[in-house]
């Protein structure tokens, strides 16, 4: 069995696709996966499954999603491996001065285009770092994440990627959830 964490965008924001975490997990267990927990109301989930490729895990989800709720929910599937490595590349968790509430990761669902990295990179936010990967933006709000301008939406945009948001406080549960 391998370790997965799944991460939906976009479910229970302001009344918009709602899902009820029992009911989800209630789902995922109903298509074989072992160990299922959720985290919160975003759709943060760890399981195990037999699946040996993460966009498989990512479509069975999906296709279950829309097939039990009606909703097409965008769905980014990490093993443990890759998310505790996505954790510890973050730069800015080092530094002694970080409020760790301030520091989100944008995961992305593919890798984006070296030039589109190389210029977002030199783009400038007042009061706000970040630094593209080939698989996460890293993020450090330092005037808080409500008044951001370098949002999920934008990142996507910039770099032509889906990409979903979670905040340091969610990555270690995540972490600890799925070990």
Do not use: W
Request: aromatic fraction near 8%.
């Amino acid at each position: 069995m391998h370790k997965y964490i799944a991460l939906l965008r976009g479910i229970n924001v302001s009344g918009q696709k709602k899902i009820i975490m029992s009911e989800l997990r209630d789902m995922l267990k109903a298509l074989n996966f072992q160990d299922v927990e959720t985290y919160i109301q975003s759709g943060n989930i760890a399981l195990k499954s037999s699946e040996g490729r993460n966009a498989k895990v990512a479509e069975k989800i999906k296709k279950a999603i829309a097939d039990t709720f009606g909703y097409d929910v965008p769905v980014l599937v990490k093993t443990y491996g890759e998310l505790k490595s996505i954790f510890k590349k973050n730069p800015f968790t080092d530094a002694s001065d970080i409020e760790h509430k301030r520091v989100y990761f944008a995961l992305l669902q593919e890798t984006p285009q070296p030039e589109l990295i190389k210029t977002f990179q030199q783009e400038k936010f007042e009061a706000e770092a970040f630094m593209v990967t080939n698989d996460c933006v890293y993020l450090n709000y330092k005037m808080g994440a409500g008044k951001a301008k370098l949002s999920n939406t934008l990142i996507e945009r910039k770099l032509k990627v889906s990409a979903t948001s979670r905040n340091y406080r969610t990555m270690v549960k995540l972490l600890e959830m799925a070990q």
